[in-house]
């Protein structure tokens, strides 16, 4: 099983995600509830993939991406966010997000967004 | 689902219908519905509360649970008696609230036919049979059929009456 | 609900989180319309609030409420980054409480099951309408943004990181993708394959063109697809893997070129006007933060369902119940067993060791409830056009959660009552010579095992004269009004019936007096009372438990009934001598002790219990205390002391009437009730 690292302020969005992640064969390696605790998670539990909120207090979704993918070039994240957004999500990928989802989410979406990400060949 | 629920309920109020705890209170014989009822248990020790109307004899500890009890004598103007072994509390569950009915006796557990239940004659309404809504026929014997709702909420009523 | 996942769970943390937030979301808004101004943390704050609750109840589907915090977002999302001018700060915290009014009238409707019905229209309308007066009136710089948009976008005809172009590549491709329905966001999934092909190749080319400002880019996309011309060293299997990993990818059509023909198209624009940092953002300055502690202190803490809670205090309760069952057991009445007194010692240790804990995770500070006054006095204030300043003190004080839950009504109640009643007009204060704004207290504080809330004000305090003649009017007058002191007539206004003011107004008139503040601060054992000062103002103390399940208790007997009273309320207790007790020619028995008298109360006589001990001497004086007022029970003798748990008696016996004198009961260790006396009952029954 692929493990997921949710990062999210909202404690409900993080029960969503879980949710549609264990009900679909992944592991939630844990969760973490800004950018700060985002970037600690991602080195101690070492993740599959991250799926990543952009509005956070403390530190927002765009720093810890940068964070994390600078501690690790292979990084893999997934950013979740509204619409609206479209600036962030845009430095998002910049800045090494490999994909994003809209809020509200949707179980394929999110399901089929990490699989295709997680079975994307690295040699590429 | 629900469905399948209800039907059992509906189930088991068709085995329950009909059916009577009968007791007995001086040389009258009383029924009460079976859904009503509970428990049975023996008399047993009662802690009494203040500035309650006597009928009301106290409370007591069914295994943790406390519940009142209620003399139905007093409650129905009879002379008080004292308690012995063959006094029982009939534990009833109405509406939610639980209370412990002390009877002289039960005597058994019995099937009435509907066609064998009969309104009370109306003679004047006093207040000994106010609590009697049916008359059930059994062979030769008459059995009062109780109006439990009746035994608690015609209090507040009957609380103005002794003020006035 | 349509989604699979949604599932209870799910609901309450909506709920829970949601009514978190709106609670914080509140405060940061009173916060700020105290200081009259927004804050940039306030701002940042309560759109990201706003933000997660949009998402979360955009999940839950609930669209009214997802529809009116987007609204709100929206606002502070200008306000954030345009930072406008001359906001009418007040009017604004009216427009977002009025919106989390909404919500929570919506919440509270889904805790209880209801539909939640409500139409937020109107108002998403009303602050659709303010955003737009404050672009208005700041100039927004919509139309020069848009100028500089068309400007910008002739411009930028093709993405390359590099202006010149000079590696020479071996093949060309044209690929168009097809997104999946209702992916959203098309052109930023667009743009994720050009960021990507930005590693394989630096010529590339695209329609729609402008796939970021040009807002009907995503239209295109989903219409025609995005075209994607390119030049790369990879083979033709390579750039169909590429692609191939697109997410949302519905369908790809992708085609090698034998010639550059199509290129053409592009490259008839002037290359040296593509600008490469069209596709960068303003970098934000913000630092990572060190303060980690905080976050990893968050993490030890988890909340808990409070039914669990309850339901852990019940067994508790049960627990010590059972422990004094085994311990004074009867059967071993008479034995001689020291390991078992050691052991029973342990025990007893420990279970009171676990009820402590069990308590302390009950208590909940009083600051949730005190902040939710500041609501009010605002409220209540700009209704009436007064002036007052809320202070709190000892919010941190903490009480049983079940407490916090009886007590918030009628505090709320004497806040109203307070700002409606208490204080005097900005005008009139003045003319009195106070400050024009007036200061209402609310303070906790802790006193032994009470807890004390104090509602003071410093307006006109309470009018004797005009209480006495209104309780007059009402016949509520029990006794001569020269009799009576200060603290006998302010308590006219608890009893029912009582109302100080002719005509009902909006807050504290909604048919709720202080009778039923009073009820229901007793119904947990807790007493009011009252203290005011002509113009100086009135202080109104609540004292509550800390508790309500389990207190130490003294267990008496009287004939064959065994009562218990709080420890807490024993002063001492001895064996009466002939000689102090005497008899007033009324009949009226008391007690002389160290020169004072006291009156007695005999159990026997006022609950109607037989017993042979009626005789003074044979039996005990139990001096108890209640509010400053001492009283003597007379009682069999003294049994001994437990922790016992107060169970409430029979809704049944209940219903009759309030019993004067008990406030519930509890099972002893032999399995009998006892009942537990109401001391302050007492006192005022006799």
């Given at each position: 099983m692929k493990k997921v690292l949710i990062v999210d302020d909202a404690q409900f969005m993080r029960l969503a995600i879980r949710n549609i992640l264990e009900k679909n064969q992944?592991?939630?390696a844990g969760e973490a509830a800004n950018g700060i605790e985002a970037i600690q998670k991602y080195k101690e539990?070492?993740?599959?993939?991250v799926t990543m909120d952009?509005?956070?207090?403390?530190?927002?979704g765009i720093e810890a991406l940068k964070a994390i993918m600078e501690y690790d070039r292979g990084a893999k994240v997934v950013v979740v966010s509204a619409l609206g957004q479209e600036v962030q999500i845009k430095e998002a990928v910049i800045n090494g997000a490999r994909s994003f989802i809209v809020k509200p989410i949707k179980e394929e979406h999110l399901v089929n967004t990490l699989n295709k990400i997680l079975d994307i060949n690295k040699s590429i | 689902m629900e469905e399948i629920l209800s039907n059992e309920v509906d189930l088991e109020e068709d085995t329950q219908r009909g059916r009577f705890l009968t007791f007995s209170l001086e040389r009258e014989s009383y029924g009460i519905e079976i859904?009503?009822?509970t428990e049975i248990i023996g008399i047993q020790s009662i802690t009494q509360v203040p500035e309650?109307?006597?009928?009301?004899k106290g409370i007591i500890n069914l295994r943790g649970k406390i519940i009142p009890v209620m003399d139905v004598r007093l409650r129905f103007k009879k002379e008080p008696r004292d308690y012995n072994d063959r006094t029982c509390i009939i534990v009833v569950d109405i509406k939610n609230i639980s209370i412990g009915l002390i009877v002289d006796s039960v005597t058994e557990v019995i099937t009435i036919p509907e066609e064998e239940i009969v309104d009370p004659p109306?003679?004047?309404?006093?207040?000994?049979?106010?609590?009697?809504n049916k008359i059930g026929k059994v062979g030769n014997d008459v059995k009062l059929l109780l109006d439990c709702e009746k035994l608690f909420t015609e209090d507040e009523l009957e609380d103005l009456h002794d003020a006035l | 609900m349509s989604e699979e996942y949604i599932n209870e769970p799910m609901l309450e943390m909506f709920l829970f989180e949601s009514t978190q937030l709106i609670e914080q979301l509140e405060q940061s808004i009173l916060d700020s319309d105290k200081e009259k101004c927004y804050t940039k943390t306030a701002i940042n704050e309560i759109f990201r609030i706003m933000h997660t609750i949009k998402g979360s109840s955009a999940m839950m589907m609930f669209s009214e409420i997802s529809g009116l915090a987007h609204s709100i977002e929206d606002l502070f999302y200008y306000i954030r980054e345009e930072?406008?001018?001359?906001?009418?700060c007040s009017a604004l915290s009216d427009l977002i409480l009025e919106g989390i009014d909404f919500i929570k009238i919506e919440l509270e409707k889904i805790k209880n099951k209801d539909?939640?019905?409500?139409?937020?229209t109107t108002l998403i309308g009303t602050i659709k309408e303010f955003l737009y007066g404050l672009q208005q009136a700041n100039n927004y710089k919509n139309i020069d943004k848009t100028k500089q948009k068309v400007e910008e976008s002739k411009k930028q005809y093709y993405i390359s990181?590099?202006?010149?172009?000079t590696t020479v590549y071996k093949n060309a491709f044209k690929a168009t993708i097809y997104f999946e329905d209702?992916?959203?966001m098309e052109n930023i999934r667009a743009y994720t394959i050009i960021h990507n092909l930005n590693d394989i190749t630096k010529e590339i080319y695209h329609?729609?063109?402008?796939?970021?400002?040009?807002?009907?880019s995503v239209d295109i996309i989903k219409r025609d697809g995005f075209i994607v011309y390119l030049k790369s060293d990879l083979s033709y299997e390579k750039m169909f893997e590429f692609f191939k990993?697109?997410?949302?990818?519905?369908e790809l059509e992708l085609t090698q070129l034998e010639n550059e023909d199509e290129f053409k198209q592009f490259l008839?624009?002037?290359?040296?006007?593509?600008?490469?940092?069209?596709?960068?953002?303003?970098?934000?300055?913000?630092k990572i933060k060190t303060n980690v502690t905080q976050s990893i202190s968050q993490q030890s803490i988890i909340s808990v369902n409070v039914s669990k809670l309850d339901k852990l205090m019940d067994l508790v309760g049960e627990m010590v119940i059972a422990e004094a069952m085994v311990i004074q057991n009867?059967?071993?009445?008479g034995l001689e067993l020291d390991n078992f007194q050691k052991a029973a010692v342990q025990l007893s240790k420990i279970t009171s060791e676990i009820q402590d804990m069990v308590m302390s995770v009950r208590m909940v500070p009083l600051s949730a409830t005190f902040h939710k006054m500041n609501r009010i006095v605002r409220d209540m204030c700009k209704k009436l056009g007064k002036e007052v300043e809320l202070k709190i003190i000892g919010e941190e004080t903490e009480v049983d959660k079940n407490i916090i839950e009886h007590i918030s009504d009628p505090l709320m109640h004497l806040v109203r009552n307070a700002i409606d009643h208490g204080f005097e007009s900005v005008k009139n204060r003045e003319l009195k010579g106070k400050s024009k704004s007036g200061t209402l207290t609310l303070e906790a504080k802790n006193s032994g095992s009470d807890v004390l809330i104090i509602v003071k004000d410093d307006g006109k305090g309470l009018n004797k004269e005009q209480i006495l003649k209104k309780a007059r009017e009402n016949d509520l007058?029990?006794?001569n009004a020269e009799d009576m002191s200060d603290r006998e007539i302010y308590n006219l206004?608890?009893?029912?019936?009582?109302?100080?003011?002719?005509k009902v107004s909006e807050?504290?008139?909604?048919?709720?007096g202080m009778d039923v503040v009073s009820k229901n601060i007793e119904t947990i054992g807790g007493t009011l009372s009252i203290e005011s000062a002509l113009d100086k103002g009135t202080m109104i103390t609540l004292k509550i438990p800390l508790?309500?399940?389990?207190i130490d208790g003294m267990n008496i007997k009287v004939g064959n009934s065994t009562y218990t009273i709080p420890?807490?309320?024993?002063r001492e207790s001895f064996r009466p001598k002939e000689k102090d007790i005497i008899i007033d020619p009324d009949n009226n028995e008391m007690i002389m002790v160290r020169g004072q008298c006291y009156p007695i109360l005999r159990i026997h006589e006022i609950y109607k219990v037989d017993t042979k001990v009626t005789n003074f001497t044979e039996g005990i004086i139990i001096m108890v205390e209640q509010d400053d007022k001492l009283l003597c029970i007379f009682a069999d003798e003294l049994i001994g002391q437990q922790q016992v748990v107060v169970k409430a008696l029979p809704e049944y016996i209940r219903n009759f009437k309030k019993?004067?004198?008990?406030a519930g009961c509890t099972l002893l260790g032999d399995g009998r009730i006892s009942l537990i006396l109401d001391i302050g009952g007492l006192i005022d029954k006799r």
């Open positions: 992944f592991e939630v539990l070492k993740p599959d993939i952009l509005t956070m207090p403390e530190m927002t | 859904r009503y009822v309650l109307p006597d009928y009301v109306q003679i004047n309404k006093g207040s000994q049979n106010r609590y009697i | 930072n406008p001018q001359n906001i009418d539909s939640a019905d409500g139409k937020a990181q590099d202006k010149v172009i209702g992916c959203e329609i729609p063109e402008d796939i970021i400002e040009d807002e009907e990993q697109t997410i949302f990818l519905k008839s624009e002037e290359p040296s006007e593509i600008q490469k940092k069209d596709y960068q953002i303003p970098k934000e300055q913000g009867p059967d071993l009445r007058l029990y006794k206004i608890l009893l029912p019936g009582f109302s100080t003011k002719e807050f504290s008139g909604r048919g709720v508790t309500l399940a389990i420890t807490i309320s024993i019993i004067k004198g008990i």
